[in-house]
């Protein structure tokens, strides 16, 4: 089993910045294709990012592009997004979700593990 847990959401103005982490442990493969998903209230849940084992294949959402960046310390076991100029619409429960083969993943189903979530409230 692999537990995953976020952290460093929180309330911020918009243009501001914040980096969220969510360190891995448990039984999986060695450093598993990764995403960061959000959800809105109301809203589905969308991949905004996902990264492959070694961090040499990103992917981004197109209302991310630019502002958001997912990188990974496989040593430490963390993932991790850093997220600039953010904006009222950015507001969600921000989650990480690992999958159990080395590449790049876009689709959510094939994600078999998630975390419990951070919240990000970006106000105007």
């Known amino acids: 089993q692999v537990q995953l847990v976020e952290s460093g959401g929180g309330l911020v103005q918009a243009g501001g910045s ?23 209230p109301g809203e589905e849940r969308e991949m ?12 981004y959402a197109d209302s991310t592009k630019g502002r958001f960046t997912i990188s990974r310390d496989n040593a430490r076991n963390t ?14 429960v921000y989650y990480c979700a690992a999958t159990r083969v080395l590449r790049l993943v876009y689709a959510a189903e094939q994600y078999a593990y998630w975390g419990q979530g951070t919240q990000v409230t970006v106000s105007s």
């Open 18 to 40: 914040l980096r969220l982490s969510c360190a891995a442990s448990g039984r999986t493969v060695n450093s598993p294709g990764m995403g960061w998903f959000r959800q809105a």
């Open 48 to 59: 905004v990012a996902a990264i492959n084992w070694s961090g040499t294949s990103t992917y």
């Open 79 to 92: 993932l991790y997004l850093q997220i600039n100029s953010l904006k009222p619409e950015d507001t969600a």
